[in-house]
C-alpha cells in the first residue's frame, strides 16, 4: 500500500447505517479523523482515501448489505492505490474476524467500545500492510470524551449513557453494546453547555433506556435531576430525549418535564406490543395498562404533549387477538406518530429461534391495518393543530419539496414537523434585506393552516422570525465541534449535511 502525498491530506468519508447512536458515533468518528488531520471527502468524491462504515445488525439481511457494499468498493480500491476501508459499528462487533475473512480488502474492523482507536488502527494497517481487526468486549473510554464533529449548528446530541441491562428478546444490543454505562451528570452538562456556548439550541439525550440513568451510580432519580438541572442552562430552548422504557419510567421524569420549561412536552416512548402475552414473549417487563398509565399521566400533567412510539408487528407468536390488543392500545393512546415494524429475525437474537415465526403475509396484513389505524388517529391529531401558532426550528433537510414550494421546513416544539412559508421572496419582516432572511437554526413563529398524517403546514406569513446564533453559524458556514469533555474551547469547521441514517432501529 502507498501513502498519500505528504502535502495533501487524507480525505474521508463516513457511510452510517442504523440508530441515532450511530449516527452520533459517526459524528465522533468524523471528529477523531479530523483531528488526525484528515479532511472529509466531498458527498460525490468517489475516491476518498478512507471510507468508514458504520455499520448496524439489527435489520435482517444487513450483513449482506454490508458485504454488497463492500464488494462495490473493492474494484474502486483497486484503482485508488492507499485507499483505505475500515468497518465499525454494531455489526463489526458481531462479525469481528469474519469481516475480513469474507473481504479480505478490509483494512479495518473496529467495534462499539473503541471507536477512538480508529485513528491508530488505520495508521498501522497502512504501516503494516496488513488488515487490523480490534474489537474489545466493553468500553474503556466513555465514547463522549472523544472528539465530536457536530454536523447540525441549532441540534446536538448529547450521550448519557451507553449500553442496557434489558434483555429483550428481539434486539441484539444488549450482546453488543454490552451493559448499561452511565456517564456522570457533570460531564453530561459540561457538553451541554459546551454546545449551547457554540449556539445550539436544542439537545437530545440520548440514551438506549433513558428512565434507567442512574443505575450504575445508585440514583434512580437521576434523570429527572438531570432533566431540571438542563433547565437552567441558559441559552438552551429545547431539551429532548429518547427513549425512555415504560419498565423504568418513573413520576418524577413526568413532572420535571411539566415544570422545566425547555424541556419539550414531547415523548417518545416505545410500546412494541399492546399484548401483554407477547410482551412477555419479547421480555418487556410492563404491560399495556402500565404503559397507557403512564400515557395519562404525561397527558394531564401537559395536556399538549405529542406521544410518539415504535411498534412491532407479526413478533413470534402474535394471534389475531394480540395484534386487535395493539390497535387497541394504539386508538387508546393516539399517538401523534409512530414507527411501526415488520418483525423480521435479528440472528443472534433469542427471538429469531422461537415457535409461531409468522408467514409474511399475515404479518404484511397486520402491518398495512396497522398503519392505516396509526394514520386515522395521527392525522386527527395533527388537525386538532389546524389554526394554532406553533414555534417552529428551522432545520437543513426536513423538507423534501421546499424548493419546489418555497417553504421551509421544522420542528415545532412538540417535535411535529412544520413546513411554513417564508413569506416574500423568502424573507420575513424586512423583505428584501438580508436581515430578513430565515436561517435553518433560527426561530419562527407561525400559524398552522393544513395538517396532514405526518406533518402540518403554515401557508401564512409568519407571525415572528428571531434570528439566533445557530443562524448566523449556519449562514457562515460553521458547524460545532465538541473536544470530547470540554476540554477548552471548542473550534469551528465547515459543516457538511448530516449523514442520514440508512435503515430505521426498532431497537428499544
Ligand atoms: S430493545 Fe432497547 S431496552 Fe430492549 S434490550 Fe434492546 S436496547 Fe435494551
Known amino acids: 500500500m502507498t ?19 450511530n449516527v452520533h458515533d459517526s459524528e465522533r468518528i468524523s471528529g477523531l479523523l479530523e483531528q488526525a488531520g484528515y479532511v472529509r471527502a466531498a458527498e460525490a468524491d468517489e475516491n476518498p482515501d478512507v471510507v468508514v462504515f458504520n455499520t448496524c445488525a439489527v435489520r435482517e439481511n444487513a450483513d449482506n448489505r454490508l458485504y454488497g457494499n463492500l464488494g462495490h468498493l473493492r474494484p474502486v480500491k483497486a ?8 468497518v465499525g459499528g454494531c455489526l463489526a462487533q458481531k462479525d ?11 483494512d479495518v474492523v473496529f467495534g462499539t467500545h473503541n471507536i477512538g482507536s480508529l485513528p491508530v488502527l488505520l495508521d498501522r494497517a497502512r504501516h503494516n500492510a496488513a488488515a487490523e481487526v480490534e474489537i474489545l468486549e466493553s468500553l474503556d473510554v466513555f465514547p463522549s470524551t472523544l472528539p465530536t464533529r457536530r ?13 442496557c441491562n434489558n434483555t429483550c428478546t428481539f434486539c441484539i444490543v444488549p450482546s453488543l453494546r454490552g451493559k448499561e454505562k452511565d456517564r456522570r451528570p457533570g460531564d453530561i452538562l459540561s457538553e451541554v453547555r459546551a454546545l449551547v456556548d457554540e449556539g445550539v439550541l436544542e439537545v437530545t439525550l440520548l440514551g438506549q433506556n433513558v428512565n434507567s440513568y442512574g443505575v450504575e451510580f445508585g440514583d434512580r432519580l437521576a434523570f429527572g435531576k438531570l432533566l431540571r438541572a438542563c433547565g437552567d442552562i441558559e441559552g438552551l430552548e429545547r431539551v429532548r430525549f429518547t427513549s425512555p422504557h415504560p419498565k423504568d419510567f418513573t413520576d418524577d421524569v413526568i413532572a420535571a418535564m411539566a415544570e422545566t420549561p425547555n424541556v419539550c412536552h414531547s415523548l417518545h416512548m416505545p410500546l412494541q406490543s399492546g399484548s401483554d402475552d407477547v410482551l412477555r414473549a419479547m421480555r418487556r417487563s410492563y404491560r399495556a ?12 400533567a401537559m395536556p399538549d404533549a405529542a ?14 387477538a394480540d395484534f386487535e390488543r395493539t390497535l387497541d392500545v394504539v386508538r387508546e393512546a393516539r399517538f401523534s406518530s409512530a414507527f411501526t415494524f415488520q418483525y423480521s429475525k435479528r440472528p443472534g437474537t433469542p427471538a429469531a429461534t422461537m415457535d409461531g415465526q409468522l408467514p409474511k403475509q399475515v404479518v404484511q396484513e397486520r402491518y398495512e391495518r396497522l398503519i392505516a389505524c396509526v394514520e386515522e388517529i395521527t392525522w386527527a391529531e395533527n388537525k386538532k393543530l389546524v389554526g394554532e401558532t406553533v414555534e417552529v426550528l428551522v432545520a437543513v433537510g426536513e423538507g423534501r419539496k421546499d424548493e419546489r414550494t418555497g417553504r421551509m421546513s421544522g420542528r415545532a416544539r412538540d417535535g411535529r414537523l412544520v413546513h411554513f412559508a417564508t413569506g416574500a421572496n423568502g424573507q420575513h419582516g424586512e423583505a428584501g434585506s438580508q436581515a430578513g432572511r ?19 403546514n403554515a401557508d401564512g406569513e409568519p407571525l415572528s422570525h428571531r434570528r439566533t446564533r445557530a443562524g448566523d453559524a449556519a449562514e457562515a458556514g460553521r458547524a460545532p465541534r465538541t473536544p470530547g469533555v470540554l476540554l477548552g474551547l471548542p473550534t469551528i469547521g465547515a459543516p457538511a449535511v448530516a449523514p442520514a441514517p440508512t435503515t430505521g432501529c426498532a431497537a428499544h
Open 96 to 106: 469481528r474476524g469474519e469481516i475480513v475473512r469474507k473481504a479480505p480488502w478490509v
Open 3 to 21: 501513502t498519500a502525498a505528504a502535502s495533501s491530506p487524507r480525505t474521508y468519508q463516513v457511510r452510517t447505517y442504523g440508530c441515532q447512536m
Open 307 to 320: 406521544i410518539t412510539t415504535d411498534i412491532i408487528v407479526g413478533f413470534p407468536g402474535e394471534t389475531d
Open 289 to 300: 395498562d402500565r404503559y397507557l398509565g403512564i400515557i395519562e399521566k404525561v397527558r394531564a
Open 151 to 163: 454536523e447540525s449548528t441549532y441540534a446536538g446530541w448529547v450521550s448519557i449513557s451507553v449500553g
Open 438 to 456: 430565515i436561517r435553518p437554526g433560527d426561530i419562527v413563529h407561525t400559524t398552522i393552516t393544513y395538517a396532514a398524517p405526518h406533518h402540518l
Open 79 to 86: 484503482r485508488h492505490p492507499g485507499m483505505q476501508i475500515a
